[in-house]
């Protein structure tokens, strides 16, 4: 589309000319939208619509430069959208153009998509939303809308600021840990307002009397140490801890953490701001059991009124912790773009069944991989996905979403909304794991899961996930795994680690290398590209058909040096029928993304994510492999930020288009 003058008007001229060009007549300024909590209190209204046969179909949303690629303009299009023009008849699809760049979104599909259907395709290409669907985008798109989730969003900035530049907590990771400290605490006090210390400088007070900011500031030091105290008890109850797939107890901070922030003012400020109000001045709770949103009753749908629901809030926080999160600490680890994540999360949950998601592990076909010796561990969920070098936990969490939105909308085996908040509870608790080196990582991952609903997550800290013997419990449990490893030629060089990579019996032999085809004459390695290293033991961990998404340098696509890891993955290629013959994996997709895409972290190093599936048994045959190579992927280097790319994101397109073909393995 041409470029304009941007201003509101402009903006909203064009829209109605581009729409009306697609075919549209019924086109409307300044609609008001619907109110699903029905208690005439949302005032939402939408720039312009498009309507047919008033069935409402596209929600436009204009915006300033660099608009359509910032996620807060995109969500608050998106909320709008949801709530629609009547009960059951959210907007199909959302159009934010900001003059220069345009985002548009499929409701249904939750997907963003390249193009506006005309008005008579729409139908055809807007899969019909089921009631349950409906429901749910209408009611969390009020969520949204009254939670003002911009606002949290900036309340996050201003806090991390406060605690880093006055509160004496630096570096910049360690305040956002302190954050995270005050978020926990602000849902312990809303899931036990009566909770009385038991221990430390305030036992026998209510937590509540003590977690105020008027006690604060009267208080002062005293306050501040009666808080610390407070901390320690409180991540230490057993309501905190959980026992891990690996059978493991943890907290959700290390249960020696202490609350680190000194400065009575700052910590006063922190707490003040934590009391969240909707856009009408009343309070919001952070955080309201699954169970307590079920049903249309009064108290439901007040309570519902004033949620910021989970999404909301992990929400707010990733977009925090993209723009905070500093990966030069010493952490070992940086931040996969959340574009690369949603995409390969997006085409390996397109191939998983709905069975799988509801599997328990005392089912036929469950059982040998699980071998449950209880009646409550067979009811277990079987479906199990993670990341063994998961950082600050954006993989499980990407999975997370993937899973909610299957399960909460399964239209296939008809479970009730009880059955799909119940199953979905037990699945947050038993199917997303993550491991990493890194233990501020993994407290960040932590936060990050409590953020999105899930404060027993299973996450651990480990020395080398190459080698560490809880993991071993873990070999062929997993249904899918989603990784960015390390990488980089001969950076890996552990002795043991590379012993240990030498195991054939256990399914291990990327410790040697070979002359491509004479795999007789193996030697041993003194040192790997650890990325080689993490493939073998990502495909130790999966099931037989279980799946591996992750993120490799191009060289080991390509390079003749690694020419064998190739055959080692795919098996060598017969000449006259030109199969492939051995091999431990069935290659799905091959993905380039540009040299760019992790620059921020550090590196230009070229790279794609490679999609196999390990095979069920050796005479399984390599079938067509989906090439596709994106050259922009929503955002632009300048510095250390990040601008939105007036190209747009093709890997929204990849993800699309790999969910055109058919369902594999």
């Known amino acids: 589309m041409a470029k304009r003058k941007n201003t509101t008007d402009a903006l909203r001229d064009g829209a109605r000319e581009k729409l009306s060009q697609l075919g549209y007549q019924q086109i409307k300024d300044d609609f008001a939208l619907f109110d699903p909590l029905g208690d005439g209190t949302m005032s939402a209204t939408a720039e312009v619509v498009a309507l047919d046969e008033d069935e409402p179909v596209i929600l436009f949303?204009?915006?300033?430069?660099g608009d359509a690629s910032r996620p807060a303009v995109q969500d608050d299009a998106k909320f709008k959208a949801g709530l629609g023009a009547v009960a059951g008849k959210p907007f199909r699809f959302v159009w934010v153009w900001d003059g220069e760049n345009d985002f548009i979104f499929d409701v249904e599909k939750d997907a963003q998509v390249s193009a506006l259907p005309a008005r008579d395709e729409w139908k055809a290409v807007a899969r019909p939303i089921s009631e349950s669907?409906?429901?749910?985008?209408?009611?969390?798109?009020?969520?949204?809308?009254?939670?003002?989730?911009?606002?949290?969003?900036?309340?996050?900035?201003?806090?991390?600021?406060?605690?880093?530049?006055?509160?004496?907590v630096k570096p910049t990771n360690a305040a956002i840990d302190e954050l995270g400290k005050l978020l926990f605490l602000k849902v312990h006090l809303e899931q036990a307002l009566g909770y009385v210390l038991t221990s430390g400088a305030a036992k026998g007070k209510r937590f509540a009397d003590i977690f105020s900011a008027d006690h604060v500031r009267e208080h002062k030091k005293d306050a501040v140490i009666q808080l610390k105290d407070a901390f320690r008890e409180v991540n230490n109850l057993p309501q905190y801890k959980a026992t891990d797939i690996t059978g493991e107890v943890h907290t959700i901070f290390s249960y020696d953490e202490p609350l680190r922030l000194e400065n009575p003012e700052v910590l006063a400020l922190a707490i003040e701001a934590l009391e969240l109000r909707d856009r009408e001045g009343k309070?919001?709770?952070?955080?309201?059991?699954?169970?307590?949103?079920?049903g249309n009753g009064e108290k439901v749908r007040e309570m519902r009124a004033h949620l910021i629901h989970?999404?909301?809030?992990?929400?707010?926080?990733?977009?925090f912790l993209r723009g905070k999160y500093a990966s030069d600490?010493?952490?070992?680890?940086?931040?996969?773009?959340?574009?690369?994540?949603?995409?390969?999360?997006?085409?390996?949950?397109?191939?998983?069944?709905?069975?799988?998601?509801?599997?328990?592990?005392?089912?036929?076909g469950q059982r040998e991989r699980w071998d449950p010796q209880t009646g409550e561990e067979a009811a277990l969920p079987a479906f199990l996905v993670g990341d063994i070098c998961c950082g600050t936990g954006r993989f499980p969490i990407g999975a997370l979403r993937e899973v909610k939105r299957r399960v909460l909308d399964d239209r296939h085996v008809g479970h009730s909304d009880d059955d799909k908040l119940q199953w979905l509870g037990h699945m947050k608790r038993h199917s997303f794991f993550g491991a990493d080196q890194s233990g501020g990582s993994i407290q960040k991952a932590r936060i990050n899961m409590l953020l999105y609903g899930e404060d027993h997550s299973q996450l651990l800290k480990v020395d080398d996930s190459l080698?560490?013997?809880?993991?071993?419990?873990?070999?062929?449990?997993?249904?899918?795994?989603?990784?960015?490893?390390?990488?980089?030629?001969?950076?890996?060089?552990?002795?043991?680690?590379?012993?240990?990579?030498?195991?054939?019996?256990?399914?291990?032999?990327?410790?040697?290398?070979?002359?491509?085809?004479?795999?007789?004459?193996?030697?041993?390695?003194?040192?790997?590209?650890?990325?080689?290293?993490?493939?073998?033991?990502?495909?130790?961990?999966?099931?037989?058909?279980?799946?591996?998404?992750?993120?490799?340098?191009?060289?080991?696509?390509?390079?003749?040096?690694?020419?064998?890891?190739?055959?080692?993955?795919?098996?060598?290629?017969?000449?006259?029928?030109?199969?492939?013959?051995?091999?431990?994996?069935i290659v799905r997709a091959v993905v380039g993304l540009p040299e760019r895409t992790f620059s921020l972290a550090g590196t230009d190093v070229k790279t794609s994510f490679l999609y196999i599936q390990k095979k069920r048994h050796s005479a399984e045959k390599q079938g067509p492999i989906f090439f596709a190579a994106a050259e922009h992927v929503g955002y632009l280097q300048r510095g250390r930020s990040e601008l939105p790319d007036p190209m747009g994101n093709q890997l929204v397109d990849i993800a699309a288009q790999y969910a055109l073909g058919p369902r594999e393995g």
């Open 467 to 585: 080698v560490d013997p809880h993991l071993d419990r873990l070999i062929g449990k997993f249904d899918v795994i989603l990784t960015n490893p390390p990488f980089g030629s001969g950076k890996y060089d552990d002795p043991r680690g590379l012993a240990r990579m030498r195991d054939e019996e256990r399914g291990l032999e990327l410790g040697w290398s070979w002359t491509h085809g004479n795999r007789a004459k193996r030697k041993e390695l003194a040192k790997a590209d650890p990325a080689s290293l993490f493939i073998d033991r990502n495909l130790q961990l999966l099931k037989p058909g279980g799946r591996l998404i992750i993120v490799v340098p191009d060289g080991l696509l390509s390079n003749s040096r690694d020419a064998y890891i190739r055959e080692y993955l795919m098996g060598a290629k017969d000449p006259e029928t030109n199969e492939f013959i051995g091999g431990k994996a």
């Open 329 to 364: 600490e010493g952490l070992a680890t940086y931040l996969t773009p959340s574009q690369v994540v949603e995409c390969m999360a997006r085409m390996v949950f397109h191939d998983i069944p709905d069975e799988d998601l509801w599997a328990r592990r005392g089912d036929d």
């Open 310 to 319: 989970e999404d909301l809030l992990g929400w707010a926080f990733d977009v």
């Open 283 to 294: 309070p919001i709770r952070l955080s309201v059991p699954d169970r307590e949103l079920l």
């Open 61 to 65: 949303a204009s915006g300033e430069p």
């Open 133 to 168: 669907r409906t429901r749910l985008v209408q009611e969390l798109s009020a969520e949204y809308h009254r939670g003002d989730f911009r606002a949290i969003q900036r309340k996050f900035d201003q806090l991390h600021e406060a605690i880093y530049s006055r509160g004496g």
